[in-house]
């Protein structure tokens, strides 16, 4: 089984049920059989944060609802991202407001819109992508 530490940054203006991020991931982790030390971050930022990211990192002006950055995408076992025995997954950044807006849409709940968007960003860091 793996054993997960997960930093979560979140904006003060946000709330967000951190034990219940924690138990997706550790699902998350858990069917798709991963084992070992690891640490994934996950932050919960507004829109302007999220846009500045999606500028940056993506070359689109605009919001979105998640993005992932893997701290050894495309690197051999041997290259990954470690502090001691623990392996860094990457990072995880959620746009709350964007949250809000595709959880009225869909009519769920925000925890369950937010549940959804941190195993799709998990499973990227993972190297699981769409199919």
Same mark, same amino acid.
């Given at each position: 089984m793996a054993q997960v530490n997960v930093p979560i940054f979140v904006e003060s203006r946000y709330k967000v049920n !951190? &034990? !219940?991020?924690k138990n997706t991931i550790q699902s998350v982790l858990s069917k798709h059989e991963v084992v070992g030390q690891m640490e994934v971050s996950v932050a919960v930022? =507004? $829109?302007r944060k999220m846009r500045a990211l999606s500028q940056k990192y &993506? =070359? #689109?002006d605009k919001t979105r609802n998640i993005l992932s950055f893997s701290?050894? #995408?495309g690197e051999s076992e041997r290259g990954k991202e470690t502090r001691g025995d623990t392996l860094l997954l990457g990072d995880i950044v959620l746009s709350y407001p964007e949250v809000i807006r595709e959880a009225a849409r $869909? #009519?769920?709940l925000v925890d369950d819109k937010v549940d959804e968007l941190v195993m799709h960003g998990l499973e990227h860091l993972l190297g699981l992508h769409h199919e």
């Open positions: !951190r &034990k !219940r991020i930022v =507004g $829109d &993506k =070359g #689109e701290l050894s #995408e $869909d #009519e769920v």
